[in-house]
Structures are given as C-alpha cells and as structure tokens.
C-alpha cells in the first residue's frame, strides 16, 4: 500500500510539473529557444525577464494578438511558430507561459 501510494504521488506530480514544459517540447520550442543561452531564438531567461509580471501579454502573445517585445527585428521568425500553439486552449497556454517565466 505504501508504495502504491508512493507511486502515485510521483505520478501526479509529474503530470502536474511537466504540462508547460511537455507543451514546449512536444511543439518544437526548444530547437530554437535554450533555457539560458540566445540562440536562433531568444533564452528563456531573456524571454522570462521581459515578460515578468505580465503573464497576461505573453498568452496574449502566443495567441498571436500582441507584437513581439523581445527582438521586434526577428518576430517574424517566431510569427510563423505561433500556428503551433495559438489554438490551444487556455489553461494550456497558461502552462506553457508559466513555463516560459519559471526561466528568469
Ligand atoms: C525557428 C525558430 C523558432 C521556433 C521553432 C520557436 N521560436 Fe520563439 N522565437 C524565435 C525568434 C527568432 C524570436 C525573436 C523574435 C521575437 O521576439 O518575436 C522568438 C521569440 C519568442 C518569444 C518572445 C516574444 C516577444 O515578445 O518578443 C516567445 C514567448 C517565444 N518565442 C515562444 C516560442 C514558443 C512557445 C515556441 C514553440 C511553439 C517557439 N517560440 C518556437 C524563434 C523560434
């Protein structure tokens, strides 16, 4: 019994920790944004610190309904992605923006 329970709690708290991440990778994020480091994209880091405290505009952002405040020179880039995750639905969107701002 103890370790049916044990079992669960581990499974329930991966499901809980990994939506927004899963989201990230599982629509292909993470080949052009690192956690730290600016690669093709911006760091999480850099994206989490533009958008802190502004939860709201970075689902917004992602929704395709607000410009780009990171590297206005490359949104279109990043435009193009947001036909992977514009239509999901919101509480998925909160997860993965919650994700983005757990980098800063
Ligand atoms: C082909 C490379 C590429 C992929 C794939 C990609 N991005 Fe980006 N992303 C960029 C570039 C380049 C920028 C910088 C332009 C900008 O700020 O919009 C950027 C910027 C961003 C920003 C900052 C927006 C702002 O206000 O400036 C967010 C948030 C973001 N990406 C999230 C995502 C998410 C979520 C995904 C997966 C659905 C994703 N990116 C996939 C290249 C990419």
Redesign the pocket.
């Known amino acids: 019994m103890r370790k049916l329970l044990a079992v669960m709690l581990i499974a329930g708290g991966m499901t809980f920790a990994a939506d927004g991440a899963a989201?990230?990778k599982s629509?292909?994020?993470?080949?052009?944004?690192q956690p730290a480091a600016d690669t093709?994209?911006?760091g999480l880091k850099k994206?989490a610190q533009?958008?802190a405290g502004k939860e709201g505009?970075?689902v917004k952002?992602?929704k395709g309904e607000?410009?780009?405040?990171?590297?206005?020179?490359?949104?279109?880039?990043?435009?193009?992605?947001?036909t992977?995750?514009k239509n999901l639905p919101e509480d998925q969107l909160k997860a993965?923006?919650d994700f983005?701002l757990s980098h800063k």
């Open positions: 989201i990230f629509k292909g994020c993470a080949s052009c944004h093709v994209g911006p994206i533009a958008y505009e970075l952002f992602l607000a410009p780009a405040i990171v590297d206005p020179a490359k949104e279109a880039i990043m435009k193009a992605q947001l992977m995750v993965l923006a983005i």
